[in-house]
T-cell receptor, first 114, second 113 residues
Framework: AQSVTQPDIHITVSEGASLELRCNYS??????LFWYVQSPGQGLQLLLK??????LVQGIKGFEAEFKRSQSSFNLRKPSVHWSDAAEYFC????????????FGAGTILRVKS | DGGITQSPKYLFRKEGQNVTLSCEQN?????MYWYRQDPGQGLRLIYY???????QKGDIAEGYSVSREKKESFPLTVTSAQKNPTAFYLC????????????FGPGTRLTVT
């Protein structure tokens, strides 16, 4: 069965420091992978996506992610975090067999300290 | 302004009552989805619909029902059979067959006491 693991429930970084959020997936075929961000009480906003091709993908707000097939990973990175990046981040895999439903990880809450 | 609207933002119901959550989109998307979010569990798929008058159960459909009579609308009914209905409910849409990314509405927080 498809699954997504985000090993870190909470991460705290200082403003201006670099960030890496980890994501591992389990899926039999070539995955469609996504990162979404959610502010408290709000919907989800798509940060970036990977379908095929270049394994380093760029997204909005200065985020990027790298797909590593050998490690079944799709880690999210940002070189310099801003206080406004504090939110919850979700990694997801798209399952083509079920109407492209998304299977989500449990999320990582990012705290930014000034 | 194109987007997905969910109403109301907050909903309170007594146990034993059915309640319907609204989801409307003006993106001309074919596919629509309902997810449930609980703290620490990510989002789980309840139902999805790829075209009008057709829908499929997701991973946690028990105690829920949907309809898809119009392309723009995909209401979710939380019935009294749902054992733990208190949650944050998110509606999403995508362009349709073959489309991959989904766009989310602002969510409805349902509290049942």
């Amino acid at each position: 069965a498809q699954s997504v693991t985000q090993p870190d429930i909470h991460i705290t970084v200082s403003e201006g420091a670099s960030l890496e959020l980890r994501c591992n997936y389990s899926y039999g075929a070539t995955p469609y992978l996504f990162w979404y961000v959610q502010s408290p009480g709000q919907g989800l906003q798509l940060l970036l996506k990977y379908f095929s091709g270049d394994t380093l993908v760029q997204g909005i707000k200065g985020f990027e992610a790298e797909f590593k097939r050998s490690q079944s990973s799709f880690n999210l990175r940002k070189p310099s975090v801003h206080w406004s990046d504090a939110a919850e981040y979700f990694c997801a895999v798209g399952v083509r067999e079920y109407g492209n439903k998304l299977v989500f990880g449990a999320g990582t809450i990012l705290r930014v300290k000034s | 302004d194109g987007g997905i609207t969910q109403s109301p933002k907050y909903l309170f119901r007594k146990e034993g009552q059915n309640v319907t959550l609204s989801c409307e989109q003006n993106l001309n998307h074919d596919a629509m989805y309902w997810y449930r979010q609980d703290p620490g569990q990510g989002l789980r798929l309840i139902y999805y619909s790829q075209i009008v008058n057709d829908f499929q159960k997701g991973d946690i459909a028990e105690g829920y029902s949907v309809s898809r009579e119009k392309k723009e609308s995909f209401p979710l009914t939380v019935t009294s059979a749902q054992k733990n209905p208190t949650a944050f409910y998110l509606c999403a849409s995508s362009m349709g067959q073959g489309a991959r990314e989904q766009y989310f509405g602002p969510g409805t927080r349902l509290t049942v006491t």
